[in-house]
């Protein structure tokens, strides 16, 4: 697929959504401050990285140490020894790759499982006129649509009411059951930004109306730019959300509005099922999707669309 130059696109991301620096020293997983990348070099996009994001570039884990996998899910099962071989990677001031000798790819790619949540935000409640859901509401994309912060979005040919949806995601760190909610954010490695893409035709009115083929078209699960630790920010249901298409702003909130928080999202799923490093949270979206205007808008070949969130980052995906 082809991907815009994403050393132009990480600069402007951080220039509008500043995000914390990255900080020295042994921290346990829940308090390193750091922003986790996946990238292959230019030239060798066959080769996946796990990588540190600095102004300067990207650290080179495997270079500082061979013995470090060279995915973000074999990097999280290493739980604080990766984390700890990280810090001090970024301390060294060694291995550093400059932006444009990279191509960022998801912070995350084939998760044992991508779990989303519906209706998860007040104001996309009452958007729609209806009632705020008493307990999470689950459902799935598969670890196929995930792609790349700065990749197309493909438009499929069966589907003619494709839609955007800007949403916070989160990456479980470490395995995990029957989680309480005291101690969830130990099990969360970070967050990021994700599109979760909707093909609205095949969720609100084929297939039984079941969501699932409507969410997990090929490319239906922009991720990115980086894996940002839970260390790095100050409060991750108080950060700034919005989508934009083709530069116009389409939607505008608050994490603050969120139903269901990190925490209880992770006590609650863990009750069905084990939770694994590398597992994907989409935790909701918030109003302005396409589907509710009126007339209803969807997106079409050529459009852009951008995500971001305050301190974490921006994605950028064409729809081709």
């Known amino acids: 697929m082809k991907q815009t130059d994403s050393d132009t696109v990480v600069e402007e991301g951080f220039r509008n959504f500043p995000h914390s ?14 922003h986790l990348v996946q990238f292959c070099q230019r030239g060798a996009e066959g080769s996946v990285r796990v990588g540190v994001e600095r ?4 650290v080179d884990l495997k270079v500082f140490d061979q013995s470090v996998p060279s995915t973000m899910r074999e990097f999280l099962e290493l739980g604080e020894k990766g984390m700890e071989c990280a810090q001090r990677a970024v301390s060294s001031g060694e291995c550093v790759l400059p932006h444009s000798d990279i191509q960022l790819l998801s912070p995350v790619t084939g998760p044992d499982k991508v779990v989303c949540v519906g209706m998860n935000y007040r104001d996309h409640c009452l958007e729609q006129n209806a009632p705020i859901p008493s ?5 799935s994309k598969f670890p196929s649509a995930i792609t790349g912060p700065y990749d197309d979005i493909q438009l499929p040919n069966e589907s003619q009411e494709v839609d955007w949806e800007v949403e916070l995601a989160f990456v479980i760190g470490k395995k995990g059951k029957h989680i309480k909610e005291e101690d969830a954010l130990s099990y969360v490695a970070g967050f990021t930004v994700a599109n979760d893409v909707s093909a609205r035709d095949w969720q609100m009115k084929k297939n039984g109306k079941q969501w699932l083929l409507g969410k997990t078209f090929d ?4 991720l990115g730019p980086a894996l940002v630790t839970t260390g790095a ?11 934009l298409v083709n530069g116009d702003v389409v939607q505008d909130s608050n994490t603050n509005q969120l139903i269901f928080k990190t925490e ?3 006590a609650w799923v863990s009750q069905f099922v084990t939770l694994c490093p590398g597992d994907v949270f989409l935790t909701g979206t918030p109003p302005g999707v396409g589907v509710f205007r ?3 808008i969807f997106l079409k070949k050529g459009d852009v669309v951008e ?3 305050e301190e974490i980052g921006s994605i950028r995906n064409k729809v081709v």
Do not use: W, Y
Not at 55 to 58: A, E, P, R, S, T
Not at 219 to 222: A, G, I, K, L, Q
Not at 233 to 243: A, E, M, Q, Y
């Open 55 to 58: 102004q300067n570039g990207v």
């Open 294 to 296: 009126k007339p209803p």
């Open 219 to 222: 490319t239906f699960c922009p």
């Open 264 to 266: 209880k999202l992770v």
């Open 233 to 243: 920010l100050k409060d991750v249901h108080n950060l700034g959300i919005r989508c």
């Open 21 to 34: 620096t990255t900080s020295s020293g042994s921290r346990s997983l829940t308090s390193a401050s750091m």
């Open 135 to 139: 307990e999470p509401i689950i459902f």
């Open 307 to 309: 995500c971001q969130i």
